[in-house]
């Protein structure tokens, strides 16, 4: 059994068993530059994610998301708690974007998905953050939630990819993406991290407030793996690192093992050794903090969802590590007993951006 120790708490430990342009997506034919100065990179009807909400985007209108107009970067940073191959020693170069799809009722970065706490950012701009973490020593370029802002990341890579970009570009979802968006992403993205948040569709609309997340989950996750194929590595200055593949995340929830071992399941099943599954036991019940803060959404969700301010009891975790390994699901990623702190959540201040 491996293990993994001081490499930071929220790291994801390791296994337990054993671009240069973009695809023809939004930006069509034309030059990348010509695209910048038209500003014209958002939808006038939105539909980058499943929830396809129509916002007209480019007049300024937000979306379920949050999303309007502009671009809003929370946090451009090295990161050390990603799976190892991700972050290994010198950290992953992450670009946290405010908004998100999905928006769960229990989201460990609350303060950036459900507000809109971060700095305005155009394409050169977050060109220039991508030149920036690689020149830090990043391992990758590490878009974190970049669903509703895809044209904007695809383009930024482009971009910074002509003025020498070299690092793998990782694609840090919540796995609530459409087919499109993954065809979109060909050759933009390397790497794929992902969430596979949920095996029952009830779970999705009573935390997500979306009907449908196994479903579109399943085909984005199928696209993910034609799109990039099984995991490959290399060794970046003397670290492991992947340079292709797909990591499926799944957190498991409070009061929720069982649908958690179908996900294992259901994944494992469905992929073998194309994905590499993570494991993760970092919830943290961050929505209790501050509904005591005195935080009125807070407040409605745990109303709702009590269960939510609980935290999930180290046996269940172990007894789905257990499950994984009697269905010999190999070399997953798992996490050792103080990643559910929220110590260890990042900063949102902006830095970077
Ligand atoms: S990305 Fe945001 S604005 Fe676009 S369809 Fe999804 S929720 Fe609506």
Redesign the pocket.
């Known amino acids: 059994m491996g293990s993994f120790d001081d490499a930071g708490p929220g790291a994801c430990v390791g296994a337990r068993s054993a671009a240069a342009a973009l695809g023809d997506d939004t930006l069509g034919a034309r030059s990348v530059a010509a695209a910048f100065d038209e500003g014209d990179l958002n939808p006038s009807a939105?539909?980058?994610?499943p929830?396809?909400?129509g916002?007209n985007?480019a007049a300024g209108e937000r979306?379920?998301?949050g999303?309007g107009a502009e671009v809003l970067v929370a946090r451009a940073a090295l990161h050390l708690w990603e799976e190892p191959p991700i972050s290994g020693d010198d950290g992953s170069g992450t670009i946290f974007f405010a908004h998100c799809?999905l928006r769960c009722d229990y989201c460990q970065n609350a303060m950036i998905a459900h507000g809109a706490l971060g700095a305005p950012a155009r394409v050169p701009d977050l060109a220039a953050m991508c030149l920036d973490l690689e020149q830090q020593g990043a391992l990758n370029v590490n878009f974190v939630t970049p669903?509703?802002y895809a044209p904007h990341a695809r383009a930024a890579v482009r971009l910074a990819r002509a003025r020498g970009l070299a690092l793998p570009i990782v694609w840090n979802t919540s796995g609530y993406e459409t087919v499109r968006a993954i065809r979109d992403n060909a050759n933009a993205v390397d790497v794929y991290l992902t969430d596979f948040k949920y095996a029952d569709a009830a779970l999705g609309a009573r935390y997500s407030h979306v009907p449908d997340y196994p479903a579109r989950a399943t085909e984005a996750l199928d696209a993910m793996v034609r799109a990039v194929g099984a995991p490959t590595y290399d060794e970046y200055r003397g670290q492991e690192r992947m340079t292709r593949g797909v990591v499926v995340r799944h957190l498991i929830l409070p009061g929720h093992l069982d649908d958690s071992k179908r996900v294992v399941q259901t994944v494992h099943e469905r992929y073998g050794a194309d994905v590499r599954l993570s494991i993760m036991n970092q919830y943290t019940p961050v929505v209790a903090t501050a509904a005591q803060a005195g935080d009125a959404r807070a407040r409605r969700v745990l109303a709702r969802c009590p269960e939510l301010a609980c935290r999930v009891p180290d046996e269940e975790y172990e007894e789905l590590l257990d499950f994984a390994d009697v269905l010999g699901v190999p070399d997953y990623f798992w996490q050792e007993g103080g990643a559910c702190e929220e110590s260890f959540i990042p900063e949102f201040s902006g830095t970077g951006a």
Do not use: I, N, Q, V
């Open positions: 939105c539909d980058l994610c929830r396809a909400c916002a985007r979306g379920a998301c999303a799809p669903t509703h």
